[in-house]
Structure formats: C-alpha cells, structure tokens
C-alpha cells in the first residue's frame, strides 16, 4: 500500500489526481455537513447536473469551462438555499425538476451542434486523465479559501445550517452565509467534475457527513471526522483505481459506499 502510493509520484496524472482530489475532498466534506444539515443531500446532485449543462453550453460557446459553469451553478445554488420555507412545490421536487432538466439540455445541446464527445463523457463520469496543472492549482487555491471561510467563520455555519430562525436571533446575517455556501458548493461541484464526474461528484459531498453523524453528535466532532474519512476514502479509492486500472471516480464512491456501511454497523454496536 505505502508503495503504491509513493510510486504514484512518479506519474505526473496521478500526481495532479492525489492533489486535486484530497483538497477537493477536504472542502466537500466540510460543506456536506452544513448541506445535511439543511436537509439538502440532494442539492450536490442536483447542481453536478446543472454544472454539466453549463458545460456543454461552454462547448457551444467555445468558451471556458469554468467560467460559464460556475455563475450557473452559482445562480442555482443561491436560488435553491433561499427558498421560502413553506413553498407549493416541495424542495426535493425543485432540486429534481432542475437537474434532470438540465441534464437533458445539456445532452440536446451537444447531440444538436456536434454529438457526444470524449471530452463531454469525461465531465460525465470523471478521468484524471483530463486533469491539466491549472486545475490543480485553481483547486488548491480554491480548497484553501473555502477552508479558510469554514473554519474562520464556523460557528455561523452551525447557526445557519442547523436553524435559520436561531441564527437570526443571534445575530447572523442569514442571506450572506446561504450565498457564501452556495458560492463554495458551486466552485467544489465545478471544480470536481472533471476527476469525480457530474454523475458521481454529490457522493464525496454527502456520504462522509452520513457516516460522521453516525456516530458523532457534536458539529465540531461531525466537521473533523467527516474531512477526514473523506480524505481516506479518496486516497484508498485512488490507490485502488491505480492498482486494478478501474475508473476513479467509480472507486471512491464505491469505497465511500464501504466506510457507510462500516459506520452503520458501528452505529448499531455502539447502539447496543
């Protein structure tokens, strides 16, 4: 194992890879627990569909990709986290309405101009291989930023994540954390595509919260164990994918799929 991952270094692809994906996994571990907590496990799904949408409409436009993906998933972020309480039309039935339509866009966009590309199936299901040294160091300097807000402000994430109407009552500026979190998610979400997949990038964002609240009942506990079982799964997942020459992304998830089920039978012994 302590092998495998030393000759990783040895592959500048793999090098980028371990790279991105660690602080990628670092800041989507972070931001899940505060998207649990607000009930929207499935915004990660739903806005990784838009974000490929937006993607192929940067194709048409033969434009970059993260310049028109992320104000997009942006826009639907912000739209999503301040939505009324009490709305006609359920949360969950928005976040599916928008992502399949979105999805179906994007594939009638390039089926239309120019047919399903290598390039648009990689963004689908992710490849390291697509990985350039400007994404890498876009994400580390984005991971960092969005860590740096976390934590600096990490209190008010608690206050707007667990209730809106308490962190009103103290004093939190409610609108700004929900689009300072919707801001962080978009760039994750954008910014993981290309390695994890616009089909797979919601479960490095959802599952190591699920599994951290599992056992953990206090939010500081539930922040740490969550970023680091999501950057153990990731490194397991790509050593993995490195070693049996599987895809990488369908390795992490299925590795974080594992650590779930270990957490919930650890839950039921602890139960006991």
Same mark, same amino acid.
């Given at each position: 194992?302590?092998?495998?991952?030393?000759?990783?270094?040895?592959?500048?692809?793999?090098?980028?890879?371990?790279?991105?994906?660690?602080?990628?996994?670092?800041?989507?571990?972070?931001?899940?627990?505060?998207?649990?907590?607000?009930?929207?496990?499935?915004?990660?799904?739903?806005?990784?569909?838009?974000?490929?949408?937006?993607?192929?409409?940067?194709?048409?436009?033969?434009?970059?990709?993260?310049? *028109?993906?992320?104000?997009?998933?942006?826009?639907?972020?912000?739209?999503?986290?301040?939505?009324?309480?009490?709305?006609?039309?359920?949360?969950?039935?928005?976040?599916?309405?928008?992502?399949?339509?979105?999805?179906?866009?994007?594939?009638?966009?390039?089926?239309?101009?120019?047919?399903?590309?290598?390039?648009?199936?990689?963004?689908?299901?992710?490849?390291?291989?697509?990985?350039?040294?400007?994404?890498?160091?876009?994400?580390?300097?984005?991971? *960092?930023?969005?860590?740096?807000?976390?934590?600096?402000?990490?209190?008010?994430?608690?206050?707007?994540?667990?209730?809106?109407?308490?962190?009103?009552?103290?004093?939190?500026?409610?609108?700004?954390?929900?689009?300072?979190?919707?801001?962080?998610?978009?760039?994750?979400?954008?910014?993981?595509?290309?390695?994890?997949?616009?089909?797979?990038?919601?479960?490095?964002?959802?599952?190591?919260?699920?599994?951290?609240?599992?056992?953990?009942?206090?939010?500081?506990?539930?922040?740490?164990?969550?970023?680091?079982?999501?950057?153990?799964?990731?490194?397991?997942?790509?050593?993995?994918?490195?070693?049996?020459?599987?895809?990488?992304?369908?390795?992490?998830?299925?590795?974080?799929?594992?650590?779930?089920?270990?957490?919930?039978?650890?839950?039921?012994?602890?139960?006991?």
């Amino acid at each position: 194992m302590i092998d495998c991952i030393l000759s990783i270094f040895e592959y500048d692809f793999m090098f980028r890879a371990l790279v991105t994906g660690v602080a990628l996994c670092a800041c989507a571990s972070v931001i899940g627990v505060s998207l649990v907590l607000k009930h929207y496990s499935m915004m990660g799904d739903g806005l990784s569909h838009v974000g490929f949408g937006a993607l192929c409409f940067s194709v048409v436009l033969n434009a970059s990709a993260l310049y *028109v993906s992320i104000p997009i998933v942006l826009a639907c972020a912000f739209v999503l986290l301040n939505l009324p309480g009490k709305t006609k039309i359920q949360k969950d039935s928005i976040i599916a309405v928008m992502s399949t339509a979105a999805l179906a866009s994007g594939v009638m966009i390039i089926s239309v101009t120019e047919g399903i590309n290598t390039d648009i199936c990689n963004y689908l299901f992710g490849s390291i291989l697509s990985l350039t040294d400007e994404d890498m160091y876009i994400c580390l300097i984005s991971s *960092v930023l969005i860590l740096l807000i976390f934590f600096m402000f990490f209190r008010n994430f608690f206050s707007v994540g667990f209730d809106m109407t308490f962190a009103k009552v103290q004093g939190v500026n409610v609108k700004l954390f929900n689009t300072i979190l919707a801001l962080m998610s978009a760039l994750v979400i954008v910014l993981g595509m290309k390695m994890m997949g616009a089909l797979l990038i919601s479960n490095i964002i959802v599952v190591p919260a699920i599994c951290a609240m599992m056992i953990f009942k206090s939010y500081k506990a539930v922040v740490f164990h969550s970023l680091i079982a999501s950057m153990l799964c990731f490194l397991i997942g790509l050593v993995l994918s490195f070693e049996l020459s599987t895809p990488t992304g369908a390795s992490i998830v299925l590795i974080n799929m594992l650590s779930l089920l270990i957490h919930f039978l650890l839950k039921l012994l602890l139960n006991r």
